[in-house]
């Protein structure tokens, strides 16, 4: 076998396709292939028709705490992406949940860089363990989305070493097979350019030997890339590198050296992903371990006697998310899941008995998009029985024979990698969604209709609403807020009418098309019945939180406020009877004050897919919620250390709050947090006793002294010179049962980032064994000479 030519290695450089690099058949080195992630397989090799596994996002598994359970995650996406022919998964994302208003805070464990780091390591080594590779992103400080593209992080070294990237060392350690550079910059210079952490820390200190590759459309510049150490600029064909380094080796602008360490970095890559491939999950037991998962992430953080509710009881159901969950957010890793899956009013009703059981959603439960509940135009012999019709067209009118046709049962379209599969990427054309639509309700409805091309939505052949185009870099952020074109006709209940989108687009790297439709139902009449139906029940499980447009790729939030409707949703029943438990999905750290008057509180987070039958399962007491807060949620939104997202002068976004984010600024600032990461409790009671430093190591002996199992998760702080989160552990134990848990404590866990080096904090350690960040706990002290040097 041949070694690659200068030329060939250029070529490497760049990727070939959307998702995929080059191959150099004759050198051995083979293409691989990429799919976004990190809830599961992200069809990029496409667009988003493939229906594939959604598990709970990673601020639920952060929840979790189970590092065990998290491996089994990432071994379930292995999977997936093996049956997919995909070779490594833009996953996991490692930055941390700085502020609460972060737009993709779901996809991020937490706000702990510890324990994001454990986890994230965890995913790492589940998904790898199938031979699918994992590319953890994005490095460095892409904690937020506002201007993300112009966004200049501004952090000092310590930060930057002991928080932002510690959970990348982690994934260093894990042996992931590459690093994602992420699109912002970081004192100044963009993280595709930035040497000083891509070559000096990540590939010097670090002695990482994986890739390095950017975010997609994320370089500026041939020679400062390729010389500040990214090997791969995504997507192909190349912009920067490629054949472009070429030109920049022939000016010696670029050493030949650079090219090669690149090249052979990507081939080893390549060589490791694309061998043999598992898949450890079939579908009955993918489908329990989602269950699990999601179980495992519930939150209870409050629980006046009302949890487990016990069946033989009346209870109403009530709120929006109870019958449209948001199992995931708006990111261009946005999973396609089955149009099947069930609701908690659905798993509940199962339950408890449909008998027993009533449903009022409260208020709307899509109040940017409303969804478009039609039928198909035609029966394509797929055995759809909602969605729209789609004919994709060659020519730009809908005009001609359809080159495909299918079904989807979505309201939000996106595409990838051209629009249709038979017609070729860098043309335009058209596409025609159709569908029949029967109201429930005679009045004025109103539709919705937006795109990155023109549009236009007729009802039984009328226009109703026409649309220009939306540019296509802001599809994400525009379609997951709703932002259409709108127009009113006025219907008769269950006289159907026949609904048409045609839309028109030109070429372009992405594309998106939305609709739906609002009917007359009455806010306050919604109101109304949710109150009489809480009223009249022995109990109330009223779920709240957001859709999947509300934490979107892109774009930050503007508070961390419940939507003003679903607080006073939750005032009246919660007046009307309050025997309630509220579940709040919400992928994020949220003000919880309107909670205040519930019996009980569940934080589910986005949970995935197994979501309806496990919060079923959890709130009758067949399992338990097993999880702890990830994040802080505050008193107020001005007691967060890092809230705004605004880039000041210059794209400047100072962190100044240093390594105090989180729990560590709301304790060194004396503001005690609402509920501390860390809190939650279950459904049975813990003792702990004879905690002591045994051989580098915490032991505490932890005794289930309830009549349930249960799980309980052991956390150890240092609180010099802010808390800090140093180790934690989870067991699981029988009523009456006991077991002697034993938590590792590394001396790199005791040091500071100073004047070039790590320094011990002192020579003995002070710590305490505690419940949540803001618990006392029980205080220990080590020497620092017997911890473990070689540990993360």
Not at 31 to 44: K, L, N, V
Not at 255 to 284: C, E, F, L, M
Not at 615 to 629: H, K, N, Q
Request: hydrophobic content about 40%.
């Amino acid at each position: 076998m041949r070694d690659p030519t200068i030329e060939e290695m250029t070529r490497m450089t760049a990727g070939a396709a959307m998702w995929a690099s080059h191959a150099v058949e004759d050198a051995g080195i083979p293409a691989f292939t990429m799919s976004d992630g990190p809830m599961g397989i992200a069809s990029g090799k496409v667009d988003e028709r493939d229906i594939a596994r959604l598990s709970p996002c990673a601020t639920a598994l952060g929840a979790s705490f189970d590092v065990y359970l998290v491996q089994r995650i990432g071994a379930l996406v292995g999977g997936e992406a093996a049956a997919r022919g995909v070779d490594a998964v833009l996953a996991p994302n490692l930055n941390l949940a700085r502020s609460p208003l972060a737009g993709r805070a779901f996809e991020y464990f937490g706000e702990d860089p510890l324990h994001a780091g454990i986890l994230g390591a965890a995913w790492i080594a589940g998904l790898q363990s199938t031979g699918t590779g994992s590319v953890a992103k994005h490095l460095v400080c892409n904690d937020s989305e506002t201007e993300r593209d112009t966004l200049d992080v501004r952090v000092d070294e310590r930060t930057l070493r002991e928080v932002y990237l510690l959970p990348f060392e982690f994934a260093a350690r894990a042996g992931c097979v590459g690093m994602l550079a992420a699109y912002n910059r970081v004192n100044g210079d963009w993280c595709a350019e930035q040497h000083h952490i891509l070559t000096d820390v990540v590939k010097g200190e670090w002695g990482y030997d994986g890739l390095v590759m950017s975010d997609w459309f994320g370089t500026h510049s041939t020679a400062p890339t390729l010389n500040a150490g990214l090997d791969l600029e995504m997507p192909g064909p190349a912009r920067f590198l490629g054949f472009k380094a070429d030109e920049a080796v022939a000016a010696g602008e670029v050493p030949a050296s650079r090219v090669a360490d690149a090249a052979g970095r990507i081939a080893r890559g390549a060589k490791r992903v694309t061998g043999a491939k598992t898949q450890p999950y079939d579908d009955d037991a993918a489908r329990e371990l989602l269950v699990e998962g999601a179980a495992a992430g519930f939150v209870l953080l409050r629980n006046d006697g009302l949890l487990p509710l016990a069946p033989g009881k009346r209870i109403a159901v009530i709120g929006p998310n109870a019958a449209a969950p948001c199992f995931q957010g708006g990111t261009f890793a946005k999973i396609s899941v089955s149009p099947d899956l069930p609701s908690p009013a659905q798993t509940i009703a199962a339950r408890y008995g449909a008998e027993n059981v009533t449903f009022e959603a409260g208020v709307d439960p899509a109040p940017r998009l409303p969804n478009m509940p039609v039928t198909p135009a035609r029966d394509l012999g797929d055995g759809a029985e909602r969605g729209m019709t789609l004919d994709y067209f060659a020519s730009d009118d809908g005009s001609g024979e359809p080159l495909s046709s299918e079904t989807r049962a979505t309201n939000s379209l996106v595409w990838f990698v051209g629009v249709h599969d038979q017609g070729p990427f860098d043309k335009g054309g058209s596409v025609r969604a159709s569908g029949i639509f029967t109201p429930e309700q005679s009045g004025p409805h109103r539709f919705y209709l937006g795109a990155t091309g023109e549009a236009r939505l007729t009802v039984d052949g009328a226009t109703v609403v026409t649309t220009g185009a939306t540019a296509a870099k802001d599809v994400m952020g525009k379609l997951k807020s709703g932002d259409a074109e709108t127009g009113e006709v006025v219907l008769e209940a269950g006289k159907p009418v026949r609904i048409v989108a045609d839309f028109t687009y030109a070429p372009a790297r992405v594309h998106g098309l939305w609709y739906g439709v609002r009917g007359p139902d009455s806010r306050e009449a919604m109101l109304a019945r949710a109150e009489a139906a809480a009223r009249e029940a022995d109990a109330v499980l009223l779920f709240v939180g957001e859709t999947s447009d509300s934490s979107v790729e892109s774009k930050d939030r503007p508070d961390t406020a419940l939507a003003p409707e679903q607080a006073e949703l939750v005032a009246r029943v919660v007046a009307a009877n309050p025997r309630t438990a509220i579940v709040a999905n919400i992928g994020h750290a949220f003000d919880a004050s309107w909670a205040r008057g519930a019996a009980a509180l569940i934080a589910a987070w986005y949970p995935g897919e197994g979501f309806a039958q496990a919060i079923a399962e959890v709130l009758a007491g067949d399992r338990e919620p097993g999880g702890r807060m990830p994040v802080s949620i505050a008193m107020e939104e001005g007691d967060y250390p890092a809230f705004d997202l605004k880039p000041g002068e210059g794209g400047r976004l100072p962190y100044d709050e240093g390594t105090r984010l989180g729990y560590r600024g709301l304790i060194a600032n004396d503001t005690p947090a609402r509920h501390p990461f860390g809190s939650g409790q279950g459904y049975t009671r813990f003792d702990w006793s004879d905690a002591a430093v045994e051989g580098g190591h915490v032991a505490v002996t932890v005794r289930n002294v309830g009549d349930r199992a249960g799980s309980e998760i052991v956390q150890v702080y240092r609180d010099t010179p802010e808390p800090t989160l140093v180790g934690f552990a989870k067991v699981e134990l029988q009523p009456g049962e006991e077991a002697r848990l034993s938590i590792a404590l590394p001396a790199r866990r005791f040091m500071l980032w100073g004047q070039g080096g790590w320094t011990p904090i002192g020579r003995t350690v002070n710590i305490r064994v505690a419940r949540h960040a803001e618990d006392h706990g029980m205080p220990l002290t080590a020497a620092f000479d017997d911890l473990d040097d070689a540990a993360l």
